[in-house]
């Protein structure tokens, strides 16, 4: 009987052991997981979307277990979430007016100009309101779309239309360059003022209309890495890349402009 006790209480000894030891590792291994792993998190102007993910893929190619998330939006609400605090390492401006809301907010320095980007007509594949120029967005029947003023497009659209020295009362003002460009898209409004990178990312869905006071609205795009960012060593090697020939191939194919 005292042996049968003495295993008994063995085999409870041995099950409350390794209990114990499994929920112990089973803790440890994905804190260790959760942690092993670098990342990036860049904030990026709208406009930036498709060339800034495939820089980031390629960024995640050459930096094994890296992962790169990106934050795109209307350069204004980005640098906004900057200087509330948001976590990020990068941020790349449509403008270098949203960029002085975080360099004078001392949460980065010496941003660089990297590109420079210019206004386009954006009409329905079909032009059915036959829009050709700044002036025939004044006609109050043709439905026009703009980003709003305090966003980089929006500010650009307001510099072109005053060269132009013409009014135009739009139907709706957009947060963004890609939400503009939906609008148009979807045939809710004749036309709206993008940028022409916008316009040759849409795949043919719209067609862009050049006009000669977009050269006296020209966006330049500043980017820099973060003083507080999070992985200080990562981003500056990603505005490195921005910044080298492989991204400017990138960058340029899109349409976007040598500074």
Do not use: W
Not at 4 to 10: C, P
Not at 151 to 156: N, R
Not at 189 to 197: E, S
Not at 206 to 225: K, L, S, T, W
């Amino acid at each position: 009987m005292v042996l049968t006790r003495l295993s008994l209480a063995a085999v409870l000894a041995s099950v409350l052991c390794l209990t114990a030891c499994g929920s112990s590792s089973g803790t440890a291994a994905p804190a260790s997981a959760g942690g092993g792993s670098p990342s990036l998190t860049v904030f990026a102007a709208a406009s930036l979307t498709e060339t800034f993910t495939e820089l980031g893929r390629q960024f995640e190619s050459t930096h094994s277990g890296t992962k790169v998330t990106f934050n795109f939006g209307s350069s204004a609400t980005l640098a906004q979430q900057v200087t509330q605090g948001a976590p990020a390492d990068i941020f790349a401006a449509a403008s270098p007016a949203t960029m002085k809301t975080v360099t004078d907010a001392g949460l980065a320095s010496a941003p660089t100009v990297f590109v420079r980007n210019t206004l386009q007509i954006a009409v329905p594949e079909d032009n059915p309101a036959k829009v050709a120029s700044l002036e025939d967005l004044t006609d109050p029947k043709v439905k026009v779309a703009l980003c709003a003023e305090q966003v980089p497009c929006g500010a650009a659209a307001v510099k072109a239309l005053d060269a132009a020295g013409v009014k135009v009362t739009p139907v709706t003002l957009e947060q963004d360059v890609k939400a503009t460009l939906t609008k148009v898209r979807l045939g809710e409004v004749d036309a709206a003022l993008v940028y022409r990178t916008d316009v040759i990312a849409s795949g043919g869905k719209v067609r862009g209309i050049d006009f000669p006071e977009a050269g006296q609205a020209v966006n330049d795009y500043p980017i820099a890495a973060l003083t507080k960012a999070p992985a200080p060593d990562l981003a500056r090697q990603f505005v490195d890349l921005v910044l080298s020939q492989q991204g400017r191939d990138v960058l340029t194919k899109a349409g976007f402009q040598a500074p």
